[in-house]
Structure formats: structure tokens, C-alpha cells
């Protein structure tokens, strides 16, 4: 990341503001012609008559409406002890989760903006106590901190000469309004969490935006290890050779066609050692996509170094959920390779054989994701597996359903898919479920093997999610295709155009709570 963000926040009635410039969400209503200003105490620079009427101007001339995510700096000309003021406009239905990401994701805009190297940012009573009976003070917390990371992050350029210097931003919380000793040590909790999630995602994007050039299976691989030995997690890399001797014919298969072999990915985290219960996560590790020989088109085949999302999405989890240390057991595995084509490459008409011993026919050589990683649910349930969750970016058919939107899920099992669809609320990743009709299913029987990895474009999403599914031994199981919300054209609330780090938070959030690290 080219700007980093770093917090300072202390629980106080008084931040020190001189020379900094001081940070005021701002509701509609406040600025009404009958409401009260500078309820945020003595600090608050909406207290100063004079810019309380200069805003209350814009607001009804209609330059500053306090809209969510709406900005305005105004220089306070020394009558405030801080130089400039930014109003955030909170808009009129804040109260949520995704409302106070947005509000930072804002708040860490504009302040990067103005090139601020110090800021305050005021935080009303009604949101560090918790908004309403939904949304606690730690998850108040959490959800402010993720957008403030979150919204301060840029994607890196390759640039000739010597690289910028990144630049820092201090920013300091006050909670105004009074905060117990209860209130304070919840806000702190969750702000740290928050703050850990938002480093994780933008850590996660940071690997999806690595060009194919450096980020091969084997590079893939060293970040893992790299992680492993940062969050204390056991580590395993299983090369090509080990890769033939284990029979994992779907991962050399997708991967034989390139100069740089597959890797399958292990990671171990073990929280409950006297428990048989293991989450098993399994990210698509697809470092480059040219489609094979079903060759993509060329409009948008640099897209395609974001074809290992899910891996991203699964270490970044990893990388929480080592540092945080649940009472949970995880499994992570990510089957990595790059798609090419070469003398070497596998054809249309080709038959593999699974690490279970299945067999498919394959008929689309584009249809790779769910080869890797139907060995990886095998490898993550000979691993003690007995919950599975696939992360993939999957296919454009999701794309044309949901869009950019959500992502689409599909599972076994009911109450799996439950508690992610709760996991995702709670971290404002939108999910939306897909029909696993045995029709769909059906479409996947082959005359040349037990299955064949693709059926057309009529259901499609769908019916290569149930192709993993086949892999899934009978164990509880969830697939998410995030094809269409890992990579977007345009920012949007906290995500930055590109890379997403999309379902990094939902999966630790999934493993937390498991855990009894439900924040609250």
C-alpha cells in the first residue's frame, strides 16, 4: 500500500487538537435551523457559531446535505484549535454496521485528500455505546476501525525510479459524551479487532493485485510460509512430486502446462486440541487464467491475476484467526497453479483422475477452479476436515446473476449455510443463495468418466458449485463463488476499485464465533 494508516485512540473527554485537523460526522438533522450545535462538547467545532452558520449554509443551499459518505473540509481560520474541520455526512439511517464502515471508509478518503499527517475524530455518544439492540459497542468499534483501514487503502504502482515514500496518518479517537470503564474497555476491544480485520483484507488485496509475473504458485506458496511463521500456524507445501505421488491428478492437470509447477497449500491451526470438530477452508489458487486451451477472450484477461481471490480471501482469514487464536480448529488449504498453454497443457477430451479416485471428463479447459479444488477438499478432509467451506472465484455465470453485488452460495446443509449467511451479515459482505436442484447435478454425468467438469451455460453457477460438492465426501459443505465481488470497476463504501479482500472477514468471522470470540 503506497499510504498507511496507523490509530491512536484514547478514551477522553479532550483530544488534543491543535494543529491537527479534527474529524465531526455530521447527521441532517443536526443541521436544522432549530437544532442544537456542538453537542459533542467543547471540542466540537460545530460549538463555534460561526462555522455552525457557515455549514448550516451549505446545508441549505444544498452543497452539504450530510448524506452518508459525503464530505466537506472547511479551514477554521483559528477559531477552533485544530486547522480545518471534515464533516462527515452520517446520512439518515446510520445506525448499522456497514454504516459506520462507510463513515470511516469517508472519514479516511477525505483525510488522505487533504494530506493530513494528524487527525481527531469525534465519536458521538450514540455510536460508541452501541447502536440500538443490533449492533453492541465492540462491534460499533470493529465496524468504525474496518472502514477507516479500509477506506485509507491504495493499490500499489510499479513505478520507475526510486519508490515514493509511504506516508503515515495519525488518528486519534475521542469518545464524547462520557464512557464508563465497561464502555471503554468494549470499544477498545473491538477497535483492535476491527483494526486487524481491515490489515488482513488490504493485505489480501495487496496479493490479488501481484501481477502473474510475481505471484506464481511457487511465490504463493512463500507468502503462506511467510504468514505461518507471523501468526504461529503450522505449515505444509506440497510440491508436484508429492502432488503425483498423492494422486492429485486434478491439480497437475490444471497446472502441468506451465514452466511454474502447482503447489498445494496447508495451513494448521489448531485451538481446541480435544475437539474432533475441524473447520476445513479451501481457497481457489488460480495465479493466472489464460483459460487454456478454451481460451478466454483478450478484453479483460488482466483481470485474471485475480483468479486466486478465494486463496487470498482463506490467508487472510488465517492471518486473523492466528493472531486471535479461537477456540476452533482450522484446516486451510489452497490448491495453486497457473492455467497456460503449451505442448505440456491439458486438452478437451482429456481424462483425469482425482485424488478420490474419481474420474472426469474434461470439456472445457476454463472450467479449471473446480479441478484444484475438488483436490483440495479431499486433502482438507484426509486432514481431519469434518465442515468444509470453498472460496472461489468461480464463475461469470454468478456474474450475470448477482453482479457485483453479492456473492453466491450453495451447500449441503442447512444450518452451515446459516451460520455463514450470519458470519457475512455481521461483516457486511452480502452472500445470496443458489438452487442445488438434482437437475443441475445431473448434468454434470459423463459417458467417458464419472464426471465431466462443465455442462453449458444454462445453470451454470450452480452446477459447478455441485461439481465441488461431489468431493465433499458426505461432510457438512458450503461453496462461495465471489467471481463478480472479489474485483470491481469503481470504489464503492469501503472497497477500492480492484481487489476486494473480499469473504477475508466473513470466514474468520465464521471460525471466531465458533470459537467464542463473538464480539458483542
Not at 484549535?81 to 470511516?104: I, K, M, N, P, Y
Not at 507468502?223 to 492429485?248: N, P, S
Not at 491439480?251 to 502441468?256: D, E, W
Request: contains cysteine; negative net charge; proline residues 4%.
Amino acid at each position: 500500500m503506497n499510504r498507511t494508516i496507523t490509530f491512536s485512540h484514547k478514551v477522553s473527554e479532550a483530544a488534543e487538537a491543535a494543529g491537527a485537523l479534527i474529524v465531526r460526522p455530521v447527521a441532517p438533522a443536526e443541521l436544522q435551523e432549530d437544532a442544537a450545535g456542538g453537542d459533542l462538547g467543547a471540542g466540537d467545532p460545530l460549538a463555534v457559531p460561526a462555522v455552525r452558520e457557515a455549514l448550516r449554509r451549505s446545508f441549505r443551499l444544498g452543497a452539504f446535505k450530510a448524506a452518508a459518505e459525503q464530505t466537506l473540509t472547511m479551514p477554521l481560520l483559528g477559531l477552533h484549535e485544530a486547522e480545518a474541520a471534515v464533516f462527515v455526512g452520517l446520512g439518515e439511517s446510520f445506525a448499522t454496521g456497514d454504516g459506520l464502515r462507510r463513515l470511516g471508509a469517508a472519514a479516511a478518503r477525505e483525510l488522505k485528500a487533504q494530506k493530513a499527517e494528524r487527525a481527531v475524530l469525534l465519536v458521538p455518544l450514540q455510536l460508541h455505546d452501541g447502536v440500538g439492540d443490533s449492533l453492541g459497542t465492540a462491534q460499533a468499534a470493529a465496524a468504525l476501525a474496518e472502514g477507516l483501514t479500509l477506506g485509507g487503502y491504495e493499490r500499489a504502482k510499479s513505478r520507475s525510479g526510486e519508490p515514493p515514500a509511504a506516508s503515515e496518518l495519525q488518528i486519534e479517537l475521542q469518545l464524547c459524551g462520557g464512557a464508563d470503564e465497561g464502555r471503554a474497555a468494549a470499544w477498545n476491544e473491538g477497535f483492535a479487532r476491527g483494526q486487524l480485520a481491515g490489515e488482513a483484507v488490504a493485505w489480501a488485496r495487496d496479493l490479488v493485485h501481484l501481477p502473474g509475473s510475481e505471484l506464481t504458485p511457487e511465490a504463493l506458496a512463500e507468502e503462506a510460509e511467510r504468514l505461518a511463521d507471523e501468526a504461529e500456524l503450522d505449515v505444509e507445501i506440497i510440491d508436484e512430486w508429492t502432488a503425483g505421488e498423492l494422486g492429485m491428478g486434478g491439480l497437475l492437470g490444471v497446472g502441468k502446462g506451465s514452466v511454474h509447477p502447482p503447489r498445494m497449500i496447508v495451513l494448521h491451526y489448531e485451538g481446541d486440541p480435544d475437539s474432533v470438530e475441524k473447520w476445513g477452508l479451501i481457497g481457489k489458487g488460480i495465479t493466472f487464467d489464460t483459460g487454456g486451451y478454451s481460451l478466454k477472450r483478450a478484453p479483460g484477461m488482466e483481470d485474471m491475476i485475480g483468479d486466486m481471490g478465494g486463496a487470498a480471501a482463506v490467508l487472510g482469514a488465517m492471518r486473523i484467526i492466528g493472531k486471535l487464536k479461537p477456540k476452533a480448529n482450522v484446516v486451510a488449504v489452497i490448491p495453486s497453479a497457473e492455467n497456460m498453454i503449451s505442448d505440456r497443457a491439458f486438452k478437451p477430451g482429456d481424462v483425469l483422475t482425482m485424488m478420490n479416485g474419481m474420474t472426469v471428463e474434461i470439456v472445457n479447459t476454463d472450467a479449471e477452479g473446480r479441478l484444484v479444488l475438488a483436490d483440495g477438499m479431499t486433502t482438507a478432509i484426509r486432514r481431519g476436515a469434518t465442515k468444509l467451506v470453498d472460496v472461489a472465484t468461480l464463475t461469470g455465470a454468478v456474474v450475470s446473476v448477482l453482479g457485483d453485488t453479492a456473492s453466491g452460495i450453495l451447500g449441503n446443509d442447512e444450518t452451515l449455510s446459516r451460520e455463514l449467511e450470519e458470519a457475512a451479515i455481521r461483516s457486511g459482505e452480502r452472500v445470496w443463495p443458489l438452487p442445488a436442484y438434482a437437475e443441475f447435478r445431473r448434468k454434470l454425468d459423463s459417458a467417458a468418466a464419472d464426471l465431466k467438469n462443465g455442462a453449458g451455460r444454462e445453470g451454470a453457477a450452480s452446477i459447478a458449485g455441485l461439481f465441488i460438492g461431489a468431493f465433499a465426501e458426505d461432510k457438512p459443505w458450503v461453496h462461495i463463488d465471489i467471481a463478480g465481488t472479489s474485483w470491481i470497476s469503481r470504489p464503492r463504501g469501503w472497497e477500492s476499485k480492484g481487489a476486494t479482500g473480499v469473504m477475508t472477514r466473513t470466514l474468520a468471522e465464521l471460525v471466531l464465533r465458533d470459537g467464542g470470540m463473538e464480539l458483542r
